[in-house]
């Protein structure tokens, strides 16, 4: 028998300390102790809205949410919740910095969050550290895992800022591996690929929340339970040994960038028009916001990295002619709060044009966390029954802008 104590998930998240991390602990606080607080518009009590696999179905047919129409579907309010930072900063001093969550609430669970543990997150690696220092990760998997008596699937979910691209290319798990052991900086390997790698070696699955490039032929493939299971006990000298012991548990590598904002409607409109049997011509975009995840993107490569997923978004609908352009901004005093503004044009009954215009805003981490909830819920239930990778990352294609490994290719429309 189970200890009662014992909770049914894990969510580790790498940049605990940002706004989607603190945003993320404090609504399952919220929720765990049934708080209420103040707002302009009146009194809100917790919620899990916007979390497909935490709320429950309503509509004629079953419509949205999966809680109690699926049986064995994790609590979010019950997971442990953990991560790494490389900043010390508490986490309800985060949360009071970061300006997203109402003051109301904030006052009631900062106190609580500045007593959670953050575990001592890496950037770039020096290249005089040692690959033993560099997989700390693996023992910090371990080890919350074990203080926290985490009884189901843990997920490790990339929400730092946005990497510029990895340059290196590996072929194999075991190419990957070596680099990982004998990298002298030299190899190109970024800090999210280390966490993914420590997360697979640990039988954890992994999520990419940003847009660099972390998932890659290799990468999938160390994931694959059958790789680290047959390799088990050959030769002394295979990059698997290196870093024993390691897990053989099935586990996914899901990615890539969440799809939480502007691009999940924008993928949405462009599927309605499409549904109605219009031909999109030019969909112009712009966003902005002043949240460190765009000030990060003022530095040219990890544009480049955001410009890829975001311009990828409607490739498997091969929509030949669709000119897609895409603008980012970073206006500070914004804060998290993202804005956007899109105008479509597409081609209707004899050519004529047909033009529309939408314009959004909303925090930022209130669109993503989400993602993240239901992103762990759905590894530890897919997990708890044995799907494939391959169905997984089908089934969770929907949340990411350009789904990779097995997903890719997916349709991109959200229904």
């Known amino acids: 028998m189970k200890n009662e104590m014992q909770v049914s998930a894990g969510i580790l998240i790498v940049g605990l300390g940002g706004n989607n991390g603190v945003t993320l602990l404090a609504g399952q606080l919220a929720n765990k102790h049934g708080l209420e607080w103040e707002t302009l518009t009146g009194r809100v009590s917790a919620n899990w809205f916007g979390c497909l696999t935490q709320i429950p179905s309503r509509g004629v047919h079953g419509g949205v949410g999966y809680q109690g129409r699926i049986k064995g579907l994790a609590s979010a309010s019950s997971a442990a919740i953990g991560g790494w930072d490389i900043r010390p900063t508490p986490l309800g001093q985060a949360l009071y910095e970061c300006r997203v969550l109402e003051p109301d609430l904030v006052r009631q669970v900062r106190e609580e969050m500045d007593c959670t543990e953050i575990m001592k997150g890496f950037g770039i690696r020096p290249s005089s550290e040692s690959p033993s220092t560099t997989l700390q990760p693996m023992y910090d998997i371990r080890t919350w895992k074990e203080k926290n008596s985490v009884d189901g699937h843990i997920t490790v979910i990339w929400s730092a800022s946005v990497e510029r691209p990895s340059e290196a290319v590996y072929s194999t798990p075991d190419e990957l591996l070596d680099a990982i052991h004998d990298d002298s900086n030299g190899d190109d390997i970024s800090p999210s690929m280390l966490y993914a790698a420590a997360a697979a070696l640990e039988g ?6 940003g847009s660099q490039n972390t998932l890659s032929p290799a990468m999938n493939a160390l994931f694959d339970e059958a790789y680290r299971r047959d390799a088990s006990g050959v030769s002394p000298k295979c990059a698997l040994s290196k870093f024993a012991p390691y897990s053989t548990n099935k586990a996914y590598c899901l990615g890539t960038d969440y799809k939480a904002g502007q691009t999940k409607f924008k993928t949405a409109a462009v599927e309605y028009l499409r549904a109605l049997g219009l031909t999109p011509r030019v969909i112009a975009s712009s966003n902005h916001l002043g949240n460190n995840d765009m000030l990060n993107l003022t530095t040219k490569k990890t544009l480049n990295a955001k410009m890829r997923v975001k311009s990828d978004i409607f490739g498997p609908w091969q929509e030949e002619n669709l000119d897609h352009k895409v603008s980012v901004m ?8 993202k804005r956007d503004f899109v105008e479509y044009t597409s081609l209707g009954f004899l050519g004529s044009p047909h033009t529309m215009v939408t314009y959004t805003r909303c925090m930022d981490s209130i669109l993503c966390v989400p ?5 762990a819920i759905w590894c530890d239930y897919f997990v708890n029954n044995n799907v494939s990778a391959g169905d997984a990352a089908k089934a969770t294609a929907y949340l990411f802008k350009v789904p990779e490994g097995d997903a890719k290719g997916v349709d991109p429309g959200f229904f």
């Open 371 to 375: 993602l993240m909830v239901d992103a």
């Open 204 to 209: 954890c699955s992994f999520v990419n929340g």
């Open 330 to 337: 970073y206006c500070p005093y914004i804060g998290d709060e």
